[in-house]
């Protein structure tokens, strides 16, 4: 049998991506077996007959009440993974998380403050987008008050805005209704697909779609990134221009997904180092490999989210859950050239 | 014909001069030298002429164009720079890392093609190293690495080859190579400038040697008329003897 090379995996994440969004689509509570599914197909393009009710109940359960979490679960997963392997790439270091400037923590105040205002779920998901990028505009602002471009005091900067929003979101935790708003605050920071309705989705997913893919033609810059400033400039790269553009597609990759689903952790530490054990740290290749594998990540974690209880779990507690034990799991093969 | 000339260069940190009035310039095939002691400006010219910095005053050309009036890009096409260390990341190929060196023509949104890889092979045959094209550059040794970094700077096509102290770190074996790898490269017609802490390097392999001193250009000229017991005592502020065995002349304390 042939071994694996890492020019052969990159299709081949693609097939497992579309083979697992196929599998999200056919099975839950009421699974539709796949041959039901070519009669569905057969029937709506003309070449067959099913029952119309049959056909309602499939039609539904596809387009309406799988299709919209399925979408939201690939691009979810997949920027997460693309934002924390390219944010590793700026900042040259391999435990770095999409939420280093203070995105994160700058969405979950947006989300906060959304709540106790009791906006419209669309309008929480905006501010939470809105937020997380003024957190790292100002995390950014605070490294640019020394004139330098250092790396170290952008790190400092994001610290500190990570700070400064996390204080924030626990002074709006603690104005929130006990009763009422906290829970829903609280759920909301666990992650879940499960608000995703077709409305915020409609709105978000091409934007995100496109950063994605954006993010991902943008590898062989990337891998620039791991030069030194000094040898990047030797060699004519455009060293500031390319840091600063892929932090601010990075910070919007993130915030786009927080809107959609809250907060989703590990995936971007995560998935990218996966995704390097397989195809190596070239970030023309990573970075899609690192997209289709965020996306089945997350679909299986949406799997066992839904299906473990009667009762949904939030996502953020599966994937931290299984994200910690398979990062103990491919550590000692991932720690190879950093530690 | 001139591939760059520094006329005049002054800099300037806070209120204390770093370089003051330096000029000289680097005909191709030469094997350049910069000496001096540590704190004598050699880093700060080596950014000056990379382009890197800017001087308070005086300039540099490349090839009769002021520095400044270049980009990025065409400066990279005349000028290669293998820095002291280089440790990326992320266990990036030595294939990967030397075929960086092909951006300042391609740019970046360029796919790799056959005269990439031709061009990177090349460079990592002539460096007798094309058995480590595979290896990740992290897991190299010293020695290893400084190969690999001037196969980048060879596949960068640069007239001019600047090294900031390329023997650092390295064990005698790789420091000997490393420097008849220089002279060979210099034969060749490229011109090469070369920082080190080590007269006897200069002495070996340079036919040129720059001597800094507290900023400013002590001497230019050959490393035998140069460098001398008296030179080494005002830089480094040590008394050595000199010896001379088979033509070659080396330093020892007293």
């Known amino acids: 049998m042939p071994s694996l090379t890492p020019r052969s995996i990159a299709p081949l994440s693609i097939l497992l991506l579309m083979f697992a969004m196929l599998a999200a689509l056919l099975l839950g509570r009421f699974a539709i077996p796949i041959s039901e599914l070519f009669r569905f197909l057969a029937a709506a393009c003309g070449f067959g ?56 923590s700058g969405c979950a105040f947006g989300a906060a403050l959304g709540i106790i205002w009791q906006l419209s779920p669309l309008a929480v998901a905006l501010l939470s987008c809105v937020t997380g990028l003024i957190a790292v505009a100002t995390g950014v602002g605070i490294a640019h008050l020394f004139q330098t471009s250092s790396i170290l005091l952008l790190v400092l900067g994001g610290i500190v805005a990570n700070a400064l929003f996390t204080s924030l979101l626990s002074i709006t935790q603690y104005l929130a209704d006990p009763v009422d708003q906290l829970p829903s605050i609280v759920y909301w920071l666990l992650g879940s697909l499960s608000a995703v309705d077709r409305h915020t ?60 689903a809250g ?75 950093w530690l | ?54 001087p308070a005053a005086g300039q540099v050309t490349l090839a009769g164009q002021p520095l400044q009036q270049l980009s ?20 990036f190929s030595v294939t990967h890392i030397v075929a960086q060196g092909r951006l300042p023509t391609t740019g970046l949104g360029h796919v790799a093609d056959g005269a990439d890889a031709e061009s990177v092979e090349r460079a990592l045959v002539e460096l007798g ?30 007239r001019l080859i600047i090294l900031d102290e390329p023997v650092t770190g390295l064990d005698y074996g790789h420091q000997l190579r490393l420097l008849a790898l220089l002279e060979r490269l210099a034969a060749q017609g490229l011109s090469i400038v070369s920082s080190t802490h080590r007269p006897e390097h200069a002495l070996a392999c340079a036919n040129r040697v720059l001597v800094l001193h507290e900023g400013r250009l002590l001497a230019d000229g050959p490393p035998h008329a140069v460098i001398t017991c008296d030179l080494l005592l005002r830089l480094y502020d040590v008394h050595v003897r000199q010896v001379e065995a088979d033509g070659h002349r080396f330093f020892v304390p007293c």
């Open chain 2, 1 to 54: 014909m001139t591939v760059l000339a520094a006329e005049r260069l002054s800099c300037r940190l806070g209120q204390r001069l770093i370089l003051d009035d330096v000029s000289f310039s680097v005909r191709p095939g030469d094997n350049i030298a910069l000496l001096g002691a540590n704190g004598a400006g050699k880093s700060t010219l080596l950014r000056i002429l990379l382009g890197l910095l800017r």
């Open chain 1, 49 to 104: 007959q099913m029952p119309v009710g049959r056909y309602q109940l499939v039609h539904s359960l596809i387009f309406e009440a799988r299709l919209p979490r399925v979408i939201a679960a690939v691009l979810v997963g997949a920027g997460l993974s693309v934002s924390g392997a390219a944010y590793q790439a700026v900042f040259r270091n391999p435990l770095v998380s999409p939420g280093l400037l203070g995105v994160l």
């Open chain 2, 72 to 91: 990025r890009r065409a400066i990279a096409r005349q000028l290669a720079y293998v820095p002291q260390s280089h440790v990326p990341s992320f266990p």
């Open chain 1, 263 to 337: 907060m989703v952790g590990w995936i971007g530490l995560l998935v990218p180092h996966l995704a390097r054990l397989l195809v190596g740290p070239g970030n023309g290749r990573l970075l899609p490999v690192s997209a289709c594998l965020g996306g089945v990540f997350l679909l299986a974690a949406d799997g066992v989210a839904r299906s473990v209880s009667t009762g949904e779990i939030p996502l953020g507690i599966i994937t931290e859950l299984f994200g910690a034990i398979a990062f103990v799991l491919v550590l000692h093969r991932v720690r190879r050239g």
């Open chain 1, 201 to 260: 989705l409609t709105l978000v997913a091409p934007w995100l779609a496109f950063a994605i893919v954006l993010m991902c033609l943008a590898g062989r810059a990337i891998d620039a990134l791991s030069l030194s400033d000094d040898e990047a400039h030797s060699l004519g790269v455009p060293v500031q221009r390319i840091r600063y553009g892929v932090i601010v597609l990075a910070t919007l990759i993130c915030a786009l997904t927080v809107s959609l």
């Open chain 2, 129 to 158: 190293i094309e058995h480590l094209r595979h290896r990740p550059y992290t897991e190299l040794s010293g020695g290893e690495r400084q190969r690999v970094l001037i196969a980048r700077a060879m596949v960068q096509r640069a």
